[in-house]
């Protein structure tokens, strides 16, 4: 977090709405990700990344940098990915391809350095990373996707998640066990 970001920070804790925006601005492509990764569903990710800048807008003030702004905030975040999956009663939820016509974030921006053909492997490939990661526990998704996507440390994640720090290094190493196995029916993409 820079300098510029602490001012933001104690000038949104003062009430300064703009500043507060202006976090949000640079957090939500961050937060909208990690919350996609972890509902797998375009518009349930939207809701959540939404639901967790209100909260964190309400419990600002009581935010008290004894961590990072980022980790406060994926906390937040988290949190309500939790929530979501509660509500809908179960631990996986299927991917879905399309949500009103809008294409999967991962879409929104072709890699022009690929051969035709190699960009169709690659999101195909994408495709199924996804679909195995979204047939994971949750508790197993969402380490994942904060250490290996997210690229928040060992500590990070410990925060984020509340855990002791063993127990997330046990389910990164488990989920990434988890994931391989959910990933060996896609065996022809990946060779």
């Known amino acids: 977090m820079s300098s510029s970001d602490d001012r933001l920070i104690v000038q949104a804790q003062a009430g300064d709405r703009r500043s507060f925006d202006q976090l949000v601005e640079k957090a939500y492509p961050l937060v909208f990700n990690t ?21 964190a807008y309400r419990s600002l003030r009581t935010f008290r940098r004894t961590s990072s702004f980022t980790t406060w905030l994926y906390r937040i975040a988290t949190n309500v990915c939790l929530d979501a999956v509660r509500r809908r009663g179960r631990q996986t939820q299927s991917l879905t391809l399309e949500s009103e016509g809008e294409p999967l974030a991962e879409r929104d921006i072709p890699d022009h350095h690929l051969e035709p053909g190699e960009a169709v492997l690659t999101g195909e490939l994408q495709e199924a990373v996804h679909q195995s990661l979204q047939r994971l526990r949750f508790e197993f998704r969402s380490v994942l996707v904060l250490y290996d996507l997210a690229g928040f440390s060992y500590e990070d994640i410990a925060g984020i998640l509340k855990l002791p720090l063993g127990t997330v290094k046990s389910r990164l190493n488990r989920a990434r066990h988890a994931l391989r196995e959910e990933m060996s029916a896609y065996r022809e993409l990946m060779e």
């Open 35 to 55: 919350a996609y990764r972890i509902l797998g569903d375009y518009e349930a990710a939207a809701d959540a990344t939404q639901t967790s800048f209100v909260r």
